[in-house]
Nanobody, 122 residues
Framework: QVRLVESGGGLVQAGGSLRLSCEASGRTSSTYRMGWFRQAPGKEREFVAAINWSGYFTYYVDSVKGRFTISRDNAKHTVYLQMNSLKPEDTAVYYC???????????????WGQGTQVTVSS
C-alpha cells in the first residue's frame, strides 16, 4: 500500500508560479512511477505529467509543456510539480498518483492522493 499526500496548492495570479509536492509513504514508493493529474469543475480528470522511478523519463500533456516541470527526490519519497506562467485555465484540483509498473505514457495508476486546489486568477 502506498499513501500519497499533496501540498503546495493555493491562489496565485496569472503569470505566477506554484510548486506542488507529493510525499509518498509505504512500500517501495521510491521505485514507483509517479504522475500528476488535475480536474477542473465540471470537467473530467486530465493527465498532466509523469516521471519514471529514476527521474530520467518524463512526459507532459501538450498544454503544460514548457511551463510545468515534474521531478522527484527519492531520498525524500517526494515528487514535485513546478508550475510557472500559470494561466486561469490551469485552475483545478491537482492529484498525485503512483503505480508500480508501466511507462510514463500510461494513465493507469493504482494509488491516488486526496488532491490540492490550485486557483489562478486573471
Amino acid at each position: 500500500q502506498v499513501r500519497l499526500v499533496e501540498s503546495g496548492g493555493g491562489l496565485v495570479q496569472a503569470g505566477g508560479s506554484l510548486r506542488l509536492s507529493c510525499e509518498a509513504s509505504g512500500r517501495t514508493s521510491s521505485t514507483y512511477r509517479m504522475g500528476w493529474f488535475r480536474q477542473a469543475p465540471g470537467k473530467e480528470r486530465e493527465f498532466v505529467a509523469a516521471i519514471n522511478w529514476s527521474g530520467y523519463f518524463t512526459y507532459y500533456v501538450d498544454s503544460v509543456k514548457g511551463r510545468f516541470t515534474i521531478s522527484r527526490d527519492n531520498a525524500k519519497h517526494t515528487v514535485y510539480l513546478q508550475m510557472n506562467s500559470l494561466k486561469p485555465e490551469d485552475t483545478a484540483v491537482y492529484y498525485c498518483a503512483a503505480d508500480s509498473g508501466g511507462s510514463v505514457y500510461s494513465e493507469d495508476y493504482d494509488y491516488w492522493g486526496q488532491g490540492t486546489q490550485v486557483t489562478v486568477s486573471s
